[in-house]
């Protein structure tokens, strides 16, 4: 199989690539279009800051490959953030592939850190009335969490966490797949996860 990474100015990515060579897959760590292009599965993954990530897609084009991607896309933490409409995070315009804002965390009480960091369960794997193709297998795991700005619950929410408030633990439009968490730093449940995104097969019922 062929999975591509995408390579941009986001960090932890390289957790990612060691996470799928554990479970002996080879992944290509690329910005080519025709690269991502002809990949069976396309994983964008990473941790930083939206209008400085937004501003380096745009400048290499690659804000348009990935909203043209027609096989399995995989975005994990800014990943998933990236994929919405817009962020707060810097007032940027996103990739649009979710018609979702990504708001920042509000503390409601005094033991409401920022940002949000740990462990805690997902609920819920319900998209347009059935169970997530990424949850197969599993039910009210816990997975691994760090991030100050999130995605509230909305018609493409695959999965929910409650920190604060309920917010989009997982999303799903399309052959569009994403997660706020990182699978690649949450045990065998991640593993798991990562499983069942590269089982995917669009030509079938998912």
């Known amino acids: 199989m062929n999975v591509a990474v995408v390579k941009y100015n986001a960090g932890n990515i390289f957790s990612v ?4 060579k554990r479970m002996g897959v080879e992944p290509l760590l690329t910005d080519s279009p025709d690269e991502l292009r002809s990949a069976d599965k396309v994983i ?20 348009e ?11 994990i933490c800014i990943g998933q953030q990236l994929m919405c ?28 850190k920022i940002p949000h960091m740990g462990w805690n369960s997902i609920q819920n794997y319900k998209i347009q009335d059935s169970k997530s193709t990424l949850f197969e297998g599993l039910d009210g795991e816990f997975v691994y969490f760090v991030h100050s700005f ?9 999965a929910i966490t409650e920190y604060i408030h309920p917010f989009s633990a ?7 797949f ?16 990562l499983k069942n ?4 097969d669009l030509n079938s019922k998912w």
């Open 17 to 20: 690539v060691h996470a799928l």
């Open 85 to 112: 409409r817009h962020s707060e995070e810097g007032d940027v315009d996103c990739l649009g592939i979710f018609d979702a804002e990504v708001k920042r965390f509000v503390p409601l009480k005094h033991e409401d």
């Open 178 to 193: 994403a997660t706020q968490f990182h699978p690649e730093k949450s045990g065998r449940v991640g593993q798991q996860i």
């Open 65 to 75: 490959v990935i909203r043209s991607l027609t096989q399995p896309v995989l975005g």
């Open 150 to 158: 999130y995605v509230p619950v909305c018609k493409e929410t695959a």
């Open 44 to 63: 964008f993954p990473g941790q930083g800051e939206a209008s400085n990530a937004m501003r380096y897609l745009r400048e290499r084009g690659l804000d």
């Open 170 to 176: 997982a999303m799903q439009k399309d052959n569009f």
């Open 197 to 200: 995104f590269l089982d995917i």
